[in-house]
């Protein structure tokens, strides 16, 4: 599939969804004296439903193909790394790539799902030159701003950061970096988290069978978050990750999530001048 230019952004809609959710964020932070004891364990997950696997499992945090990802011999497009590939993580350091999955998603309904429609972060839309190419996602991907990982589809305000208009027959393929950790690497020169593997969500990649020839009889552990993830639906997560961030109740603090947003919407602004 070619890399996908010139989007069609639908400012109205996506613009709405982003107001919202910062006017949420803003709600959240003033119920901060609410006992994370009482909150649920609400886990949050996408609906692949026009994905390759079980469509109640959870979706996977992916690259489109193309998206170029810096290692230790230069850029790379995500398609093109293999297991073994060493790639740069947000430290300096590297780590060997464990695995690549890679899905791939076409238009077998009356429109496309709103899980599978990549999202454009445009060229230095979070601010200090980052990124520093177009960066397209699959909704569920976070970048990590501000010590925390947001969602991408969070972070939508309609112009620097939107959902593109794929075509009715395009094919989208989506690439996932496994790494024996969580990481944050540099894709387009933005901090973007690495594949965080649940106990079922491997098996959404059309070439799982590789996962399982190269790890055989491995014993599937869970792996502990690179950092915090805000954004989560129901505000519930959300709440809980600023309370396990140190928040304590009556004591003035930053929402890094509003923080984030306030910050896009002023590099919009500038971008637009």
Not at 49 to 77: H, M, P, V, Y
Request: glycine share 8%.
């Amino acid at each position: 599939m070619s890399r996908l230019k010139n989007p069609k952004l639908p400012r109205n809609t996506a613009r709405r969804r982003f107001l919202g959710v910062a006017a949420a964020a803003s709600a959240r932070v003033a119920a901060l004296a609410v006992a994370a004891s009482a909150l649920p364990a609400k886990a949050a997950g996408l609906h692949l439903a026009l994905g390759i696997g079980n469509d109640k499992t959870e979706g996977a945090q992916c690259f489109l193909r193309g998206t170029s990802i810096l290692t230790d011999c230069g850029k790379k497009r995500v398609e093109d790394l293999q297991t073994g590939d060493r790639v740069v993580l947000l430290g300096g350091d590297t780590s060997p790539i464990k695995w690549v999955g890679r899905q791939v998603f076409r238009n077998t309904g009356t429109r496309w799902s709103e899980d599978v429609v990549p999202i454009r972060v445009a060229r230095h839309a979070l601010g200090n030159s980052k990124p520093d190419s177009d960066l397209y996602l699959s909704p569920g991907h976070a970048l990590f701003l501000n010590g925390v990982l947001i969602r991408v589809k969070d972070l939508v305000n309609g112009t620097t950061i939107a959902p593109i208009a794929p075509h009715d027959h395009m094919v989208i393929e989506y690439y996932a970096v496994l790494l024996a950790t969580h990481q944050v690497i540099l894709a387009e020169g933005a901090a973007a988290e690495t594949f965080h593997p649940s106990a079922s969500n491997r098996e959404n990649f059309s070439n799982f069978s590789e996962y399982e020839r190269l790890y055989a009889g491995e014993e599937r552990q869970a792996m502990s978050s690179y950092a915090t993830v805000l954004g989560e639906e129901g505000g519930w997560q959300h709440l809980k990750a600023l309370l396990l961030l140190g928040a304590r109740p009556l004591v003035p603090m930053h929402d890094p999530f509003e923080d984030v947003c306030a910050m896009i919407n002023a590099q919009a602004k500038e971008l637009s001048i």
